[in-house]
């Protein structure tokens, strides 16, 4: 029969009388699990409540269920030889990529896939009457989401507007997870990245703006509260 | 997403470990089912299959600096060697042997606590430890 120390038997009857109190108060009954508030990891850990217990020949003075959360918790082994993988000292939580990610993934394709065949019965978008060559639309404007690279090409040579440009822009998004390092998902934690995505929207909202109302005949610049709107969705 | 039981929220673990030896009255006493997961040490490859099997997340692979103190028994991480400890919440821990099965190098097995040791080879599965080639017996 080993003594277990006095320190750490107080600490465990403590932490036990703890969690048994926040049960009695908590609103659900299952005898085992604690509520929320004493989940804090930390907490049970700087409370030192935790026993690790190895089953070997020796006594046993430990309170029941003392470790972490109430439960019992064993050391199943101490490895000697070197890892293959890397060992952190609080466990990491994974889940697979199937069905935890997959599963959501492909709900979720089959809600768009549902959506767009919804919206395409239901919102009618026929094709215009037969092009006429001695009667081309003025101004001709592209798709609304085209008109800020329309607006570019107003600006830049064709092979800086519609290849460099956005060339650049694709690589920028193929490097984004090398460039952005920062694993955090707080808003508060990205303002850097947050501040470039704004500053690409605001140029790229401006540019679309500007092409789609402020562009006249000739694509030439206009207001639209003097010549009128030329967009059409 | 909503969560499902397959996902289960993880069993809490501390980094502050108070390590006491037990004999296994005082496990049969502390926990319902009488078998237990037990992992020999001399042949596990630390690929962390078993961690990642476990529907439950409830067995784990920590570096030996998560136990703080000793009472009883040696402490791991005192011998150089000790490289990692693996943990197991045996309140959560439902026998599922999904840990046995996957294990590459068949180090893990569930057995009785406080059963006399097999004889020949302990790592022969016999009836004592509940398992045989991934045959329940
Ligand atoms: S028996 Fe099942 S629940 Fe228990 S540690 Fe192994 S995989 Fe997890
Ligand atoms: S599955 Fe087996 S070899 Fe791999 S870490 Fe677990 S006990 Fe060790």
Redesign the pocket.
């Known amino acids: 029969m080993t003594e277990i120390p006095e320190h750490l038997l107080k600490r465990a009857q403590a932490a036990r009388e703890k969690a048994a109190g926040g049960d009695a108060g908590g609103a659900q009954a299952g005898g085992d699990r604690i509520p929320d508030q004493l989940l804090d990891r930390t907490k049970a850990a700087s409370d030192g409540a935790a026993a690790v217990v190895a089953s070997a020949p020796a006594g046993g003075g430990v309170p029941v269920g003392a470790g972490p959360g109430g439960h019992t918790q064993r050391l199943l082994t101490v490895v000697k030889s070197g890892s293959i993988q890397e060992a952190k000292a609080a466990p990491v939580d994974k889940v697979h990529t199937w069905p935890h990610l997959l599963a959501v993934e492909f709900v979720a394709a089959l809600a768009c896939t549902a959506f767009l065949f919804v919206f395409s019965w239901v919102v009618n978008a026929p094709l215009l009457q037969a092009a006429d060559f001695n009667k081309t639309p003025n101004p001709s404007k592209a798709p609304w989401y085209f008109l800020g690279l329309q607006e570019l090409l107003t600006m830049f040579h064709p092979m800086i507007a519609g290849v460099t440009l956005p060339g650049m822009g694709l690589i920028a998004l193929i490097l984004a997870p090398y460039l952005d390092r920062n694993a955090s998902n707080k808003p508060e934690d990205r303002k850097f990245m947050t501040s470039m995505m704004t500053m690409f929207l605001m140029f790229w909202a401006v540019l679309t703006i500007i092409g789609s109302f402020f562009r006249g005949p000739g694509f030439n610049f206009t207001f639209p509260w003097r010549d009128g709107i030329f967009f059409e969705l | 997403m909503a969560r499902t039981d397959a996902n289960p929220p993880m069993p809490e673990w501390s980094t502050e470990y108070q390590l006491v030896e037990v004999d296994h009255e005082y496990l049969t006493k502390a926990v319902k089912p009488k078998q237990f997961i037990h992992?020999d040490q001399s042949e596990?490859?630390?690929?962390?299959?078993?961690?990642d099997i476990c529907p439950w997340k409830c067995i784990h692979?920590v570096t030996p600096d998560a136990i703080a103190e000793a009472t009883g028994t040696e402490q791991p991480g005192m011998d150089p060697s000790d490289n990692v400890i693996?943990l197991i919440d045996d309140d959560v821990c439902t026998r599922c042997a999904l840990?046995v099965d996957?294990?590459?190098?068949g180090?893990?097995i569930l057995g009785k606590a406080g059963a006399p040791a097999a004889e020949g080879d302990s790592h022969t599965r016999t009836n004592n430890h509940g398992y045989a080639y991934g045959m329940r017996l």
């Open positions: 992992i596990c490859i630390m690929c962390e299959g078993c961690v692979m693996f840990c996957r294990c590459p190098t180090v893990i």
